[in-house]
């Protein structure tokens, strides 16, 4: 399966909470649930991503990390969103002690500060969002194996 690819550069935090609305604007309208993943080192911009995303959800405020509770639930009228950060998780099998298969379950969209954390116990990803400092800003790399969210994303 080709892997589909796409580059954003976001200039500062107001490009990147820009960008993250674009991004929660497709994954509202998408039809089936959703797993992304957010890479990037501490400070990378994770969270002020996830800002932009469930501000298109109709999310105002503040996204706090989840980073002692592991999960944050924001609940819409068009889907749940889980906001993980999985930073502090010391082994992926404390997944499973949360339940970890009914948040990826029916229509939810789950977004995953530091995945590897819990590799072997996640589902495979529909989207992977890469992170990385580029000179004041920051450079997005996503990429998808699923066609149809490929032709979703918005132009580069
Ligand atoms: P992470 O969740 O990856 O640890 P945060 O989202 O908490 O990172 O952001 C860390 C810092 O980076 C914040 O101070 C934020 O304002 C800043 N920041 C986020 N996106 C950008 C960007 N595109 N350009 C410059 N600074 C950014
Ligand atoms: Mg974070």
């Known amino acids: ?10 200039d500062n935090e107001a ?15 998408y039809p089936s649930a959703l ?5 990037g080192d501490l400070g990378a911009g994770k969270t002020t991503l996830t800002r932009g995303i469930l501000r298109a959800f109709g999310h105002a405020g503040a996204v706090k990390s989840p980073t ?5 639930a924001y ?17 992926p099998e404390e997944l499973e002690y949360m339940g970890i298969r009914d948040y990826f379950s029916a229509n939810t969209l789950c977004l995953i500060e530091w ?3 819990g590799e072997g116990v996640l589902p495979v990803p529909d989207l992977v969002v890469a992170i990385s400092v580029a000179g004041d800003g920051r450079s997005l790399n996503l990429r998808t194996d699923s066609a149809a969210l490929a032709a979703l994303l918005p132009p580069t």
């Not at 490009?15 to 309208?29: D, I, K, S, T, Y």
């Not at 889980?82 to 502090?88: I, Q, V």
């Open 1 to 10: 399966m080709p892997t589909h690819q796409a580059v954003y550069i976001a």
């Open 15 to 29: 490009a990147m909470v820009a960008l993250g609305e674009q991004l929660g604007r497709v994954f509202a309208q």
């Open 35 to 39: 797993t992304v993943h957010l890479l």
């Open 68 to 72: 002692y509770t592991l999960v944050e």
């Open 75 to 91: 609940e819409f009228a068009a889907r749940t969103v889980y906001h993980f950060d999985l930073y502090r998780l010391g082994d």
């Open 115 to 117: 995945p590897a954390r």
